[in-house]
């Protein structure tokens, strides 16, 4: 099944219901971003999902294999089934979005909003995601040059990481532009690491992005908008159709 993930939401109401559409994860932005939240959204977001799934300790501890013994690509396939299987009791979870932010910053953050990942968008090195205390979503940004290869390499340095999210490298932006790359660039990855599909993905594409690209996960943010907010009628209608195509594919 393709893991869904809703990202930049900013109101409990709206989160409430595309948990109840079938979200997998819910992302919060904190890097600078329109849809940056505040202190108070965020406890707002946090609590509502905690009191959908009655959740009454903290968040979910994953089981994440040794690191002899899972080696190359394979640790991303491993932690991509510790998720799955995590997602079948605790949906969904709470992802916290930043970007060239202190590493201090990132980890006091996480632990006050008692975040389930951390997705790191910024140009984080492998020490970096390293002193990080949470699992953690890297994002790769995949320009016109970038080819399979290249995506499995930053992949590879990326070893720290629990997966890997592929967006859109466009100028200085760090995700949420509503812009896509080449699709059969990422599909050529997709046969050798299980990844996160971002960039211009709406409910209108996102079927054909699953069915050509068969990536782990997709992730929206502007494609579910209108007008700048997030739109739960777009957003029941994006889950459906990436679920959908799971079946289908």
């Not at 799955?84 to 930043?98: A, E, M, N, Q």
């Not at 016109?144 to 995506?151: G, R």
């Not at 990844?195 to 068969?214: C, I, W």
Request: some cysteine.
């Amino acid at each position: 099944m393709t893991v869904v993930k809703i990202c930049g939401l900013r109101d409990p109401d709206t989160a409430v219901e595309a948990a109840k559409a079938g979200a997998d994860m819910i992302g919060l932005m904190f890097a600078e971003s329109r849809r940056r939240v505040t202190p108070q959204e965020c406890f707002d977001v946090c609590e509502a999902i905690r009191g959908i799934e009655r959740r009454t300790h903290p968040p979910v501890q994953f089981e994440a294999p040794a690191r002899d013994e899972v080696r190359g690509l394979g640790w991303f396939g491993a932690w991509a089934e510790a998720i799955d299987t995590s997602l079948i009791r605790w949906r969904p979870l709470l992802v916290g979005v930043f970007a060239d932010q202190p590493f201090a910053e990132v980890n006091e953050i996480s632990e006050a909003a008692g975040l389930d990942f951390v997705q790191l968008s910024g140009g984080e090195d492998a020490e970096f995601i390293a002193s990080v205390r949470f699992p953690v979503l890297s994002a790769v940004h995949v320009a016109a040059s970038t080819d399979c290869d290249d995506i499995l390499d930053r992949a590879r340095e990326r070893r720290s990481a629990a997966a890997i999210l592929l967006d859109t490298a466009a100028g200085t932006a760090r995700g949420g532009t509503g812009e896509a790359f080449d699709w059969d660039v990422a599909a050529g990855a997709a046969e050798r690491l299980p990844f996160l599909l971002a960039g211009g993905l709406t409910p209108e594409n996102v079927a054909d992005a699953v069915a050509r690209v068969q990536p782990w996960g997709v992730d929206v943010s502007s494609g579910v908008e209108t007008g700048g907010a997030k739109d739960i009628t777009k957003v029941r209608a994006f889950i459906r159709a990436a679920k959908e195509a799971t079946h289908a594919r």
